[in-house]
T-cell receptor
Framework: GQNIDQPTEMTATEGAIVQINCTYQ??????LFWYQQHAGEAPTFLSY????GLEEKGRFSSFLSRSKGYSYLLLKELQMKDSASYLC??????????FGTGTRLQVTL | SAVISQKPSRDICQRGTSLTIQCQVD?????MFWYRQQPGQSLTLIAT?????????ESGFVIDKFPISRPNLTFSTLTVSNMSPEDSSIYLC??????????FGQGTRLTVV
């Protein structure tokens, strides 16, 4: 089976940097995604890690350590529009996705 | 990337009735999935829609309650049968090729009264 743990809520200030952590246990690992979901909307893809290390894409970076069962999403230069839920998602066998409960990020002035 | 058209976007239904949700993709895709997202919660996989064969359901979901069709590689339907208020949720279809990002429809917000 798979188990994903991430904080429920976080608050950060506009212009700051925030790190959202995700720890997981899984019997079959084929990659880890981060998705962003604004209230009332479908999730949208942010990043994909399958090998250890850091993937950078603009203001967003994602890190993976497979041996530690750990990932984080780093958001820089926070903007108000970054207020959303951030979902840590495991992909296992047959491309099935398992979603974490999500971290609701509130960006304040 | 894939563009997914899901409809209806929302509906209010009477308990005991059924609702069929449609998902149309602009390209042929191997994997199609149906998810449920209950209020304030994350997504839970209902089933994998298999083209030309019966869907594969996750634990806690059964075909009689959530029949699924997948007549070709671009289209699928999910029916929520004999609805009760507990079925009020957002239902999303998703497409994905092996170990690549998943794309989602805009979701169907269902309210059962």
């Amino acid at each position: 089976g798979q188990n994903i743990d991430q904080p429920t809520e976080m608050t950060a200030t506009e212009g700051a940097i925030v790190q959202i952590n995700c720890t997981y246990q899984t019997s079959g690992f084929n990659g880890l995604f981060w998705y962003q979901q604004h209230a009332g909307e479908a999730p949208t893809f942010l990043s994909y890690n399958v090998l250890d290390g850091l993937e950078e894409k603009g203001r967003f970076s994602s890190f993976l350590s497979r041996s530690k069962g750990y990932s984080y999403l780093l958001l820089k230069e926070l903007q108000m529009k970054d207020s959303a839920s951030y979902l840590c998602v495991l992909t296992g066998t047959a491309s099935k996705l398992t979603f974490g409960t999500g971290t609701r990020l509130q960006v304040t002035l | 990337s894939a563009v997914i058209s899901q409809k209806p976007s929302r509906d209010i239904c009477q308990r005991g009735t059924s609702l069929t949700i449609q998902c149309q993709v602009d390209s042929q895709v191997t994997m199609m999935f149906w998810y449920r997202q209950q209020p304030g919660q994350s997504l839970t996989l209902i089933a994998t829609a298999n083209q030309g064969s019966e869907a594969t359901y996750e634990s806690g979901f059964v075909i009689d309650k959530f029949p699924i069709s997948r007549p070709n590689l671009t289209f699928s339907t999910l029916t929520v049968s004999n609805m009760s208020p507990e079925d009020s949720s957002i239902y999303l279809c998703s497409v994905q090729e092996h170990h690549t990002e998943a794309f989602f429809g805009q979701g169907t917000r269902l309210t059962v009264v």
